[in-house]
């Protein structure tokens, strides 16, 4: 009873395994099914956690009616254009997705929808200095890659966006009010204890 128990346990984890984390799906080997775009009123070149970009998506209808049947989830990610990938090998694309490391923001996940589909989002503010585009994977109820889109070519040139990394300034403000919090408290500490010590000179006398 127990051997049979271990083994219909190793063969479920074998059987799960094959179904969702050890499947090896590669970016090549999925169908561009989406239609994805993504435009800002600030142009191509964006400041990180202030600007705002809209993407739209949506199944591409000159697929056989029924492609999408499988699809249950899609995901929007921030990709990093070839230019920003150059010497970064923790950038590089990879065609087994799970090692790919072109698509490391996950801008939202949400339910698949065939149409009329857009989401505002602005900018994270840990978003480095890159220039990057949009890509959106399908996904089955397996959590498997079916398919995907993206809003510029194949080579990944066309329609890129540059993002401005929160500068140095910021960082300046947020060092200084820290610094001047500490201060604060410090000199709040120091005020208390030379009341104390005047009270106590005055108690004395
Ligand atoms: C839709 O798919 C067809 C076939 O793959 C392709 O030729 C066409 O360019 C796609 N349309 C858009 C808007 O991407
Ligand atoms: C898309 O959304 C708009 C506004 O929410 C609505 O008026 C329109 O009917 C929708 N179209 C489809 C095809 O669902």
Not at 14 to 30: K, R
Not at 123 to 146: E, K, L, N, T
Not at 170 to 193: E, P, Q, R
Request: contains cysteine; positive net charge; glycine residues 6%.
């Amino acid at each position: 009873m127990d051997q049979f128990h271990a083994m219909f346990a190793v063969g479920y984890l074998m059987l799960s395994c094959f179904a969702a984390t050890c499947y090896g799906v590669t970016f090549s080997s999925l169908h561009k099914t989406l239609i994805v775009s993504a435009s800002s009123p600030q142009g191509h070149v964006l400041k990180a956690g202030e600007d705002e970009l809209t993407i739209k998506w949506e199944v591409n209808q000159t697929f056989p009616p029924g492609t999408d049947s499988t699809y249950k989830t899609v995901k929007l990610k921030l990709c990093y254009a070839p230019e920003s990938q150059k010497d970064r090998p923790w950038r590089k694309t990879v065609d087994d997705l799970k090692k790919d490391k072109t698509c490391q923001h996950t801008i939202i996940a949400r339910p698949y929808t065939p149409s009329n589909n857009s989401f505002i989002w602005t900018v994270d503010r840990d978003i480095p200095s890159a220039m990057f585009f949009v890509r959106a994977y399908v996904y089955d109820g397996q959590g498997v890659a079916v398919g995907y889109g993206q809003n510029t070519d194949r080579s990944k040139t066309a329609d890129l966006f540059t993002v401005h990394a929160i500068t140095g300034r910021h960082v300046t403000i947020d060092v200084a009010s820290v610094c001047f919090s500490v201060f604060s408290v410090g000199s709040l500490v120091g005020f208390f204890y030379m009341e104390r010590r005047k009270g106590k000179v005055s108690l004395v006398k």
